[in-house]
């Protein structure tokens, strides 16, 4: 099983951004996925999840500014990042619980998004 994070990029302060997680693999079942997020010098942490539901959950620095949402048929999610600030910026990484073998957590490889004029 794998993950593939992608849509990064530099953009400017009050932009959006989309970023896409493709799981891939001998699949049976998905359940939780999250974002994180890890700033230049800090520790990693959440942004937003969505469950099997679709129940939302959002961290309060981005609540109202991005969406979590996923195509389930193409095992993909989404975090669509509107209304960007510097403070966004980060290495972006997600986070899958997937039924292969068996029940365990899986990490993109991480996409680096920069906010800044």
């Known amino acids: 099983v794998q993950l593939q994070a992608s849509g990064g990029g530099l953009v400017q302060p009050g932009g959006y951004l989309r970023l896409s997680c493709v799981a891939s693999g001998s699949i049976v079942n998905i359940n939780a996925k999250q974002w994180y997020r890890q700033p230049p010098g800090k520790q990693r942490e959440f942004v937003a999840s969505?469950?099997?539901?679709?129940?939302?959950n959002y961290a309060d620095s981005v609540q109202g500014r991005f969406t979590i949402f996923k195509d389930k048929s193409k095992n993909t999610m989404f975090l669509q990042m509107d209304s960007l600030k510097p403070e966004d910026t980060a290495v972006y990484y997600c986070?899958?619980?997937?039924?292969?073998?068996?029940?365990?957590?899986?990490w993109g490889q991480g996409t680096l998004v920069t906010v800044s004029s």
């Open positions: 986070n899958v619980q997937i039924l292969s073998s068996d029940w365990s957590l899986y």
């Open positions: 969505i469950t099997a539901g679709p129940t939302t």
